[in-house]
């Protein structure tokens, strides 16, 4: 069973329905949550606190929860503890927000990053996807 981690961006991109790219990503929470493909769907816990942030700031406080509350329903959490801080503070990942991502999927056994910003992620040591090419590759 693939274990997948989706960056911050592509829940965003479902929670504020961004045109140019909620289609893509709606599509692989989709695949995650039929377990037709047998894959296992994981978020950070910084990933949780960042949405909820944005959501409320930008909607209101009940749509945040209730977005968390669904997709909590669909994806698990993976840890982000003192082990995995200093993994990142080493990365080579330049964004210390994306090198937490990488880290914290390193060190819980996830096998598939999927972001849209690819490029922030050009040093990692786990396979990074965008929505279009996992879904290219994962929906066969």
Known sequence: MKRVLLDTNILLDIAFKREQFCENSSDVLRKIKSKNLKLNGFISATTIKDIYYLIAKGENKRIAYNFLKDILNILDITSVDKAIIFDALNSKIKDFEDAIQESSAL?????????????????????????????KIYSK
Do not use: Q
Request: no cysteine; proline share 3%; net charge negative.
């Open 107 to 135: 060190l819980n056994d996830i096998d598939i990053i999927i972001t849209r910003n690819e490029k922030d992620f050009k040093n990692s040591r786990l396979e990074v996807l965008n929505p279009k090419d996992f879904l």
